[in-house]
T-cell receptor, first 115, second 111 residues
Framework: AQSVTQLGSHVSVSEGALVLLRCNYSSSVPPYLFWYVQYPNQGLQLLLKYTSAATLVKGINGFEAEFKKSETSFHLTKPSAHMSDAAEYFCAVSGVLGGNEKLTFGTGTRLTIIP | DGGITQSPKYLFRKEGQNVTLSCEQNLNHDAMYWYRQDPGQGLRLIYYSQIVNDFQKGDIAEGYSVSREKKESFPLTVTSAQKNPTAFYLC??????????FGSGTRLTVV
């Protein structure tokens, strides 16, 4: 079985400061891991994914995440926050559902950017 | 461009009514999913389908029904048996190893 825990349901950072959103996973098999972003009243958009090729994954909008097996973590970072980064972020881990992929999502972290 | 289309964007339901949410994709994905999103609870899986004419219950299927008569379409019916249907509903599709592609959602409100 797979699960993810997102630490901090709300995170606030100043514009230009480092963004760090935390995600820890549990998986009985080597995981695929994903970060999604959701803007108000919209669907989820894929930011980046880890599929075992490289531990440091670069995504869209300047975000990146590092897979650390020893810490079972996949934290999302961005060096300098922009006002447009304000949104809700979801971490997800992939398992197998009857031969197809099933994603298990965390409960989300709402990111607020302070001007 | 390929993608997933959900309609309507906003839907209002009276007590005791059934309503159907539409989800159409032109990505040629085999698998499709319905999720319910409530504040602070993340996404919860309602139903999923891996092939045409086949679907399975997710974690919170009670009060919902689906059909998968075409590869492109996976409509969700919220029945009168669903006692607390007010939520944001998201449809997604996938192809193995690539994660999910989501629609823009339908916000359902009971009036």
């Amino acid at each position: 079985a797979q699960s993810v825990t997102q630490l901090g349901s709300h995170v606030s950072v100043s514009e230009g400061a480092l963004v760090l959103l935390r995600c820890n996973y549990s998986s009985s098999v080597p995981p695929y891991l994903f970060w999604y972003v959701q803007y108000p009243n919209q669907g989820l958009q894929l930011l980046l994914k880890y599929t075992s090729a490289a531990t440091l994954v670069k995504g869209i909008n300047g975000f990146e995440a590092e897979f650390k097996k020893s810490e079972t973590s996949f934290h999302l970072t961005k060096p300098s926050a922009h006002m447009s980064d304000a949104a809700e972020y979801f971490c997800a881990v992939s398992g197998v559902l009857g031969g197809n992929e099933k994603l298990t999502f965390g409960t989300g972290t709402r990111l607020t950017i302070i001007p | 461009d390929g993608g997933i289309t959900q309609s309507p964007k906003y839907l209002f339901r009276k007590e005791g009514q059934n309503v159907t949410l539409s989800c159409e994709q032109n990505l040629n994905h085999d698998a499709m999913y319905w999720y319910r999103q409530d504040p602070g609870q993340g996404l919860r899986l309602i139903y999923y389908s891996q092939i045409v004419n086949d679907f399975q219950k997710g974690d919170i299927a009670e009060g919902y029904s689906v059909s998968r008569e075409k590869k492109e379409s996976f409509p969700l019916t919220v029945t009168s048996a669903q006692k607390n249907p007010t939520a944001f509903y998201l449809c997604a599709s996938s192809i193995s190893g690539s994660g999910y592609t989501f629609g823009s959602g339908t916000r359902l409100t009971v009036v």
